[in-house]
């Protein structure tokens, strides 16, 4: 038995678990933890059965994901997921002193 599944083209894939539905692209909140920091991605692009609700999230992101996370790849970080931690910190502003 060999599956040929390899047709990029199309965006809806069966599913593996039921066999029965479709794997449509959505996109769901994904949570990893790096080191001692949960983070968390809102809109991160999966693939949801409409039969039996498997999810399997994209490969191709889940990549880029762990590229951006890892280590090295930290000065490259052009990715708002810091800054939107940030945001959350940014409640009380600093009021610049400068002298007259
Ligand atoms: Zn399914």
Redesign the pocket.
């Known amino acids: 038995m060999s599956e040929q599944s390899s047709s990029l083209m199309n965006s809806v894939t069966p599913?593996s678990?039921?066999q029965?539905?479709h794997m449509h692209r959505q996109y769901i909140a994904y949570y990893t933890w790096l080191g001692d920091e949960l983070i968390t991605v809102p809109d991160f692009p999966a693939w949801v059965?409409d039969?039996?609700g498997?999810c399997e999230y994209d490969e191709n992101a889940l990549t880029r994901l762990t590229l951006l996370l890892s280590p090295n790849a930290g000065k490259n970080l052009s990715s708002n997921l810091r800054l939107r931690k940030r945001e959350n910190v940014k409640s009380k502003l600093q009021r610049p002193s400068q002298p007259e």
């Open positions: 599913c678990e039921c029965a539905g059965c039969i039996c498997r």
